[in-house]
Nanobody, 120 residues
Framework: QVQLVESGGGLVQGGGSLRLSCAAS????????MDWYRQAPGLQRELVAA???????NYADSVKGRFTISRDNAKNTVYLQMDSLKPEDTAVYYC??????????????WGQGIQVTVSS
């Protein structure tokens, strides 16, 4: 199995910044794609940002220019730097990763979610 643990959420004023981290652990051989999703109350979970192992990135239109996803392959960790935060960014943020782990199998794993609240 692969476990994902998120950290870095909290309450911030509009215009402020937060940095989320997500560390993967387990009998990992290699972690491939890593993503951040979010889910606001009453809404569907949506993809916020994604990054491949090679560093290619993809962002939701709503966060382009404000959020930056990055990763440290040596630490099996993905980050989400969130700047110029808006109240509409308020949501539970989830880390997601696809990883090859022992016994040799691809695991599609989710973190437990972390709350981000942006006040106006």
């Amino acid at each position: 199995q692969v476990q994902l643990v998120e950290s870095g959420g909290g309450l911030v004023q509009g215009g402020g910044s937060l940095r989320l981290s997500c560390a993967a652990s387990g009998r990992i051989v290699i972690v491939n794609d890593m993503d951040w999703y979010r889910q606001a109350p009453g809404l569907q979970r949506e993809l916020v940002a994604a990054i491949t192992r090679g560093g290619s990135t993809n962002y939701a239109d709503s966060v382009k220019g404000r959020f930056t996803i990055s990763r440290d392959n040596a630490k099996n960790t993905v980050y989400l730097q969130m700047d110029s935060l808006k109240p509409e960014d308020t949501a539970v943020y989830y880390c997601h990763a696809k990883a090859l782990s022992m016994p040799l199998q691809v695991y599609d794993s989710w973190g437990q979610g972390i709350q981000v609240t942006v006040s106006s």
